[in-house]
């Protein structure tokens, strides 16, 4: 049995290793900054990025032999010892990636009989090859002739003429799916094939020969269902296509490339994301674009600059899905004044100004659906004007609302945060939640295409950008007496899970959603002891692995049983101390055991470690939120754990301002709160 002197010196020494672990944290942020005020690190993805990278710049002839060489270098440093590239760390081996990668380093130069090609070779046939690979994976071999266009869906440019009442229309897509899809009617209309030797084939990747290959769609759903539907529309525009009569299609098609022309970015890039920008050069370059014309000149020499990451000596090169500078700097401002740094220090300031150089006083396609409000949002990306980020917004409100300036400067301070909070506010949908770049964009008919079988075409609300923003509305003092307020609550309230937590749309997965969701209960004075905030309090402490952290694997998106189930990981775990935290667990043995196992996996630089991926771009879903039940093997929508239609993400900064931040509130809350617990049952 402890004594109360040991109890107290135990106390003494963790306040002392907290308070150390905060100075180094500190001062590893502001060694980091950039001398613009913002902070920035990598957004690692998964290899196809670079892989298709190196199939884009083959069909633009646009090839420079040393990147290609630093590309190919990286790919083959991402193979796993069994042959295969995956969709995140520690997760299985993918076909579809597997399969692009094999093929970029076929088209590079390195030969059937390498070992590692050997490797993955015998993995993807091992998987049904070629045929069974996702649609966008098909796209991209049909452009090289590797694939047969007949085996891609039919999407016809007319649908640019679809006025947005209808069901579908291309404003019925999410942000990233529009700008992902207009370009991609030229490529499935066109059907372009860029030759490639003979060398660089990869027919050894068919279980059958080519021509036995079925080429038709996968089934998907009942005959009399919306899947069969739109498998019966496909059939039929597979006839119009056909036909010679298609009087609208050279105004469609100007229509589009009119449409992808007027998304270019001023970095180069369409919609701050590396999708939609390969796909509108293939687009382009199809309709006749030389590699001259600003458009093209400015779209190639893009993904050369802050886009492309050297490591390794020089000797490698990776190839970014998005750039996060915004959110990196919201998310460590926000940690350093949550560990106590003054909020007008220098540092803290120079962000505060870069921040407000970045709001967005230009519209975009958001206002299709919120037509009346006035711009005031900002980007996740250093150049992304037309598609405004719902939750980088909200938080640096938050953090402009904290952040000190002298008294001629604040104006400007003060006037971009009205504007912010009134296109905010002016953005919640008719459920009371927030999506991330879209207003009710909720239509799930659209999901239901042929073409949808990667990623997420939809944007509606989720629970973590809810809570996001209903944290930054309590911090500048709205309450439940607001019926903002009121209605954000009511959709957080529907969106908990039975047992207590709250799905994490943009970050894994549930530790992170219920992260979110109790700070921001907190915020606008909800009383923390209810019974559904004592569930998610109960779900963490039991999700708590035995090492004192947290951690979720990926996987817990396709497999239920892994929810709050994974290695412990410094994001994962801050998340957790956050919502503990917030729930008023100042005390409790858990947040204890939380905070000691960040204080002891902090590295002497001031920094954690965390190979995991922990943020996510797409669960695989389709529809942009959990499925109302997940798809058995067998069905053509089921993803297993290696996601094949998800994408995972890494965030390289995530690792160190989380736990900065938990670490900071901890700190604050433990001095003011003494030792008094919660009062949930104390684990045994």
Same mark, same amino acid.
């Given at each position: 049995?402890?004594?109360?002197?040991?109890?107290?010196?135990?106390?003494?020494?963790?306040?002392?290793?907290?308070?150390?672990?905060?100075?180094?944290?500190?001062?590893?942020?502001?060694?980091?900054?950039?001398?613009?005020?913002? #902070?920035?690190?990598?957004?690692?993805?998964?290899?196809?990025?670079?892989?298709?990278?190196?199939?884009?710049?083959? /069909?633009?002839?646009?090839?420079?032999?040393?990147?290609?060489?630093?590309?190919?270098?990286?790919?083959?440093?991402?193979?796993?010892?069994?042959?295969?590239?995956?969709?995140?760390?520690?997760?299985?081996?993918?076909?579809?990636?597997?399969?692009?990668?094999?093929?970029?380093?076929?088209?590079?130069?390195?030969?059937?009989?390498?070992?590692?090609?050997?490797?993955?070779?015998?993995?993807?046939?091992?998987?049904?090859?070629?045929?069974?690979?996702?649609?966008?994976?098909?796209?991209?071999?049909?452009?090289?002739?590797? #694939?047969?266009?007949?085996?891609?869906?039919?999407?016809?440019?007319?649908?640019? /003429?679809?006025?947005? #009442?209808?069901?579908?229309?291309?404003?019925?897509?999410?942000?990233?799916?529009?700008?992902?899809?207009?370009?991609?009617?030229?490529?499935?209309?066109?059907?372009?094939?860029?030759?490639?030797?003979?060398?660089?084939?990869?027919?050894?990747?068919?279980?059958?020969?080519?021509?036995?290959?079925?080429?038709?769609?996968?089934?998907?759903?009942?005959?009399?269902?919306?899947?069969?539907?739109?498998?019966?529309?496909?059939?039929?525009?597979?006839?119009?296509?056909?036909?010679?009569?298609?009087?609208?299609?050279?105004?469609?098609?100007?229509?589009?490339?009119?449409?992808?022309?007027?998304?270019?970015?001023?970095?180069?890039?369409?919609?701050?994301?590396?999708?939609?920008?390969?796909?509108?050069?293939?687009?382009?370059?199809?309709?006749?674009?030389?590699?001259?014309?600003?458009?093209?000149?400015?779209?190639?020499?893009?993904?050369?600059?802050?886009?492309?990451?050297?490591?390794?000596?020089?000797?490698?090169?990776?190839?970014?899905? +998005?750039?996060?500078?915004?959110?990196?700097? +919201?998310?460590?401002?926000?940690?350093?004044?949550?560990?106590?740094?003054?909020?007008?220090?220098? *540092?803290?300031?120079?962000?505060?100004?870069?921040?407000?150089?970045?709001?967005?006083?230009?519209?975009?396609?958001?206002?299709?659906?919120?037509?009346?409000?006035?711009?005031?949002? #900002?980007? /996740?990306?250093?150049?992304?004007?037309?598609?405004?980020?719902?939750?980088?917004?909200?938080?640096?409100?938050?953090?402009?609302?904290?952040?000190?300036?002298?008294?001629?400067?604040?104006?400007?301070?003060?006037?971009?945060?009205?504007?912010?909070?009134?296109?905010?506010?002016?953005?919640?949908?008719?459920?009371?939640?927030?999506?991330?770049?879209?207003?009710?964009?909720?239509?799930?008919?659209?999901?239901?295409?042929?073409?949808?079988?990667?990623?997420?075409?939809?944007?509606?609300?989720?629970?973590?950008?809810?809570?996001?923003?209903?944290?930054?509305?309590?911090?500048?003092?709205?309450?439940?007496?607001?019926?903002?307020?009121?209605?954000?609550?009511?959709?957080?309230?529907?969106?908990?899970?039975?047992?207590?937590?709250?799905?994490?749309?943009?970050?894994?997965?549930?530790?992170?959603?219920?992260?979110?969701?109790?700070?921001?209960?907190?915020?606008?004075?909800?009383?923390?002891?209810?019974?559904?905030?004592?569930?998610?309090?109960?779900?963490?402490?039991?999700?708590?692995?035995?090492?004192?952290?947290?951690?979720?694997?990926?996987?817990?998106?396709?497999?239920?049983?892994?929810?709050?189930?994974?290695?412990?990981?410094?994001?994962?775990?801050?998340?957790?101390?956050? *919502?503990?935290?917030?729930?008023?667990?100042?005390?409790?043995?858990?947040?204890?055991?939380?905070?000691?196992?960040?204080?002891?996996?902090?590295?002497?630089?001031?920094?954690?470690?965390?190979?995991?991926?922990?943020? +996510?771009?797409?669960?695989?879903?389709?529809?942009?939120?959990?499925?109302?039940?997940?798809?058995?093997?067998?069905?053509?929508?089921?993803?297993?754990?290696?996601?094949?239609?998800?994408?995972?993400?890494?965030?390289?900064?995530?690792?160190?301002?989380?736990?900065?931040?938990?670490?900071?509130?901890?700190?604050?809350?433990?001095?003011?709160?003494?030792?008094?617990?919660?009062?949930?049952?104390?684990?045994?």
């Amino acid at each position: 049995m402890t004594s109360e002197s040991e109890s107290q010196a135990q106390v003494k020494q963790l306040g002392e290793a907290v308070a150390q672990a905060i100075r180094l944290s500190q001062e590893h942020f502001l060694r980091v900054q950039y001398p613009e005020g913002y #902070w920035w690190d990598e957004l690692e993805s998964n290899p196809t990025m670079e892989a298709e990278h190196l199939l884009l710049t083959y /069909f633009l002839d646009a090839v420079e032999p040393e990147r290609w060489r630093k590309i190919v270098a990286d790919i083959r440093s991402r193979q796993r010892d069994d042959g295969t590239w995956g969709m995140y760390y520690g997760g299985p081996g993918d076909l579809s990636t597997s399969v692009e990668c094999y093929f970029a380093l076929k088209l590079a130069g390195v030969p059937a009989d390498d070992p590692a090609m050997r490797s993955a070779r015998e993995f993807i046939l091992s998987r049904g090859g070629v045929p069974r690979v996702r649609i966008f994976t098909k796209i991209w071999l049909s452009l090289f002739g590797q #694939w047969e266009w007949k085996g891609t869906p039919v999407m016809p440019p007319e649908l640019m /003429f679809l006025p947005t #009442w209808s069901p579908i229309n291309i404003y019925a897509f999410s942000s990233w799916a529009r700008a992902t899809i207009v370009p991609m009617l030229i490529l499935l209309t066109r059907h372009p094939v860029k030759p490639v030797p003979e060398s660089a084939r990869i027919d050894e990747l068919y279980p059958v020969p080519r021509e036995r290959v079925d080429y038709s769609l996968p089934r998907r759903g009942r005959p009399f269902s919306w899947a069969g539907f739109f498998r019966g529309l496909d059939k039929a525009l597979r006839l119009y296509e056909r036909s010679p009569l298609k009087p609208l299609r050279g105004l469609a098609i100007r229509k589009a490339e009119q449409w992808i022309v007027a998304h270019q970015e001023a970095d180069g890039s369409w919609g701050g994301i590396q999708p939609p920008w390969v796909y509108s050069l293939l687009a382009l370059k199809t309709l006749g674009y030389p590699n001259d014309h600003p458009v093209m000149q400015k779209g190639i020499q893009g993904f050369k600059e802050a886009w492309s990451l050297c490591y390794d000596g020089g000797e490698k090169l990776r190839v970014q899905a +998005c750039l996060s500078p915004l959110w990196d700097t +919201c998310l460590a401002m926000m940690a350093l004044l949550d560990s106590g740094m003054a909020p007008d220090h220098p *540092a803290l300031q120079r962000a505060a100004r870069w921040l407000l150089d970045e709001q967005i006083s230009t519209g975009g396609d958001w206002q299709v659906k919120a037509k009346r409000a006035e711009p005031g949002g #900002w980007a /996740f990306e250093f150049e992304n004007d037309l598609y405004p980020d719902i939750d980088d917004t909200s938080i640096i409100v938050i953090d402009l609302h904290r952040v000190r300036f002298q008294p001629q400067e604040d104006y400007r301070r003060a006037a971009a945060i009205r504007r912010g909070v009134a296109w905010l506010l002016a953005m919640q949908s008719s459920n009371g939640g927030w999506a991330s770049f879209d207003k009710d964009n909720t239509n799930t008919l659209v999901a239901r295409l042929p073409f949808c079988d990667f990623g997420e075409v939809l944007d509606p609300p989720s629970a973590d950008v809810t809570a996001h923003v209903l944290e930054m509305l309590g911090r500048l003092g709205y309450d439940k007496s607001s019926p903002v307020v009121r209605r954000a609550l009511g959709y957080l309230r529907k969106e908990q899970e039975p047992d207590g937590p709250w799905f994490g749309r943009w970050g894994v997965n549930y530790v992170y959603g219920t992260g979110a969701v109790l700070p921001a209960l907190q915020a606008v004075g909800e009383d923390m002891s209810q019974p559904y905030v004592r569930r998610a309090v109960q779900w963490l402490v039991d999700h708590q692995d035995p090492d004192g952290g947290w951690g979720e694997s990926c996987a817990s998106y396709v497999d239920p049983s892994l929810r709050g189930r994974g290695e412990s990981t410094a994001s994962q775990t801050a998340w957790a101390l956050l *919502a503990l935290l917030a729930a008023g667990e100042v005390a409790h043995p858990a947040t204890e055991r939380g905070v000691r196992y960040l204080v002891e996996t902090q590295r002497q630089d001031g920094t954690w470690d965390e190979p995991q991926f922990t943020g +996510c771009g797409f669960p695989g879903y389709g529809i942009g939120d959990q499925p109302e039940r997940y798809p058995p093997p067998g069905d053509p929508a089921w993803q297993g754990l290696e996601l094949g239609a998800g994408f995972m993400i890494n965030y390289h900064m995530y690792r160190d301002y989380f736990p900065l931040a938990a670490l900071g509130r901890y700190r604050k809350l433990f001095h003011n709160s003494g030792s008094v617990s919660g009062g949930i049952p104390t684990p045994t």
